[in-house]
């Protein structure tokens, strides 16, 4: 997507993989316009992977994107999905929620995080771990998001991802995800070869079979490449 009038790009990808020997990821991606301009991505991790995970990150991200698509803000859009899936299954089912936007109205990014592990945000030149969290959507009463906002630029990235790809290689220790992310995004200024480094690095870490579900989203305003104000979306899923 092109950012009109400021010489700037929107470009984002996205890798996934699911659990190793599990039919289906619990992890949900969707993407959405917003009605005032600019995008948003919603990234759910389920409880648990498989079939029930999915149904559980399907409910809430199209809970948040029909009230994104209506208008709504995004930290009030995170509380309304916890409160619906609080009173659905009365705070039995939990689910991490990520709510990406670059707003054009205001000329921001806002992360909204219900989750524990990290983002990655490259903002002023300065490359940092997001690491406050907030509770997982579904499990109390006064669950609330915690929400990041500041304007963009030129060479600004945000990188968020479901916790397997934290937690990958977990019996050696942590790893650096993000010098990981640093070194990969100033030597390619792609956010398809960054998310898909990340998930490669994760797997590899895994010994090739992924011990959780893995989603990784990353996000990159660079200079705009060609004039014409044309919006491209490319999707690559093996079937």
Request: hydrophobic fraction near 45%; proline fraction near 4%.
């Amino acid at each position: 997507m092109e950012i009109v009038d400021v010489g700037l790009e929107l470009r984002v990808a996205a890798a996934k993989v699911g659990k190793y020997a599990t039919r289906e990821s619990g992890d949900t991606l969707e993407m959405i316009e917003r009605p005032r301009g600019g995008l948003s991505f919603v990234l759910v991790d389920g409880q648990s992977s498989g079939r029930g995970a999915k149904a559980i990150s399907n409910m809430v991200a199209r809970k948040v994107v029909s009230l994104l698509g209506e208008g709504v803000r995004d930290g009030a859009a995170a509380r309304a999905a916890h409160d619906y899936l609080f009173t659905q299954y009365q705070g039995k089912v939990r689910a991490d929620l990520t709510i990406l936007s670059l707003d054009l109205t205001t000329k921001t990014v806002v992360l909204s995080r219900n989750m524990q592990c990290p983002a990655i945000v490259r903002r002023e030149g300065v490359w940092s771990q997001i690491d406050e969290s907030a509770q997982p959507v579904g499990l109390y009463a006064a669950t609330k998001p915690a929400i990041l906002e500041f304007p963009f630029e030129a060479g600004t990235w945000v990188v968020v991802a479901t916790d397997g790809l934290w937690s990958a290689g977990r019996s050696n220790g942590p790893w650096d995800v993000l010098g990981y992310a640093r070194e990969v995004a100033e030597r390619t200024s792609d956010p398809e070869a960054v998310a898909d480094a990340l998930l490669r690095r994760a797997a590899e870490l895994d010994s090739g079979r992924p011990a959780d579900d893995i989603s990784v989203l990353a996000l990159g305003i660079l200079p705009r490449r060609e004039d014409g104000g044309v919006r491209r979306l490319v999707v690559r899923v093996p079937i």
